[in-house]
């Protein structure tokens, strides 16, 4: 009984075996059949067709003019070119240590911390916040509420000594500022004196990508004549007092010495603060 059970079993098995040999010995025999190609002889038209007319092409339009479009005011050329990944450098305007990879972060923090180390100042606690956090920032430095210290792009824009002053700045506030939120909306302006108008050119460069804009690039802004700086929000006093004493004490920081360039900046900014915080005063006091 075994042994025709086994043989069943066998003959099963071939079964397949041989139905699948038949029908390639089908497939190879029809290709037998109709695989030949005829032969065919191409005899050449005696009255060639001339070529149907061709449409006259239409004149592409030409490109647009090489040169920078402003920006929307909203949004400032360089956060785009970080967005795309250029990681500054070469002819993008972008400063050219600009720290992007992980690594380039890492290296600038162990070099603020190396500086203030000189200085006797433990800078490893403070947790440092890089520009391209999503947030655009168009301070060289700020000093979040949550006591980190941001440094955004403009930062990198300064030489390695004016930037651990920038940085200094921004400490100074972290250890001597005295709290304020309050602020007051309406319509202010401060005039600005011609002794700094190289200062706001380098800033509206570099707030370009280091590209002058095209406005700044025409003879009626070259020389930035009757400056006027519109504000529509005041803080209140104690915020600018504190930017006074910040700037007072960079300025006539030994220890961190700065470029000429830089110190004009810092001016500026004094004077800035000066003149705001006279307005805030009165604002205040309404
Ligand atoms: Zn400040």
């Not at 497939?27 to 001339?50: F, L, N, Q, R």
């Not at 941001?150 to 972290?174: G, M, P, T």
């Not at 961190?256 to 003149?275: A, F, H, N, V």
Request: aromatic letters at 12%; hydrophobic letters at 35%; one cysteine or more.
């Amino acid at each position: 009984m075994k042994r025709y059970l086994f043989l069943l079993i066998l003959f099963i098995n071939l079964l397949p075996r041989a139905f699948n040999e038949e029908w390639s010995w089908q497939c190879s025999s029809m290709y037998a059949m109709y695989g030949e190609i005829p032969e065919v002889t191409i005899i050449p038209d005696p009255k060639p067709k001339p070529d149907p007319p061709q449409p006259t092409p239409i004149p592409l339009p030409l490109p647009e003019p090489d040169y920078p479009t402003p920006p929307d005011p909203g949004i400032p050329s360089w956060w785009e070119q970080i967005q795309n990944g250029n990681s500054g450098g070469g002819s993008s305007g972008l400063p050219a240590d600009l720290p992007t990879t992980d690594a380039q972060k890492q290296e600038f923090v162990r070099k603020i911390i190396a500086a203030f180390k000189k200085f006797g100042v433990d800078a490893s606690k403070i947790k440092i916040i890089f520009f391209d956090d999503g947030q655009i920032c168009m301070a060289r430095a700020q000093l979040l509420p949550t006591g980190e210290i941001k440094v955004c792009l403009r930062f990198f824009y300064l030489s390695e000594a004016d930037q651990i002053s920038c940085f200094n700045h921004e400490l100074y506030h972290k250890n001597h500022d005295k709290e304020t939120t309050e602020s007051r909306t309406g319509k202010f302006a401060i005039n600005i004196p011609e002794e700094y108008y190289p200062v706001l050119k380098i800033l509206d460069e570099e707030e370009f990508g280091g590209s002058i804009p095209p406005y700044l690039a025409t003879e009626e802004f070259k020389n930035y004549l009757d400056i006027q700086e519109s504000i529509d929000i005041l803080m209140h006093p104690d915020y600018y007092q504190n930017e006074i004493n910040a700037y007072e004490d960079q300025l006539n920081n030994n220890d961190l010495p700065i470029s000429d360039t830089y110190r004009k900046e810092c001016e500026y900014m004094l004077w800035r603060s000066k003149e705001l915080f006279k307005l805030a005063t009165k604002e205040f006091k309404k």
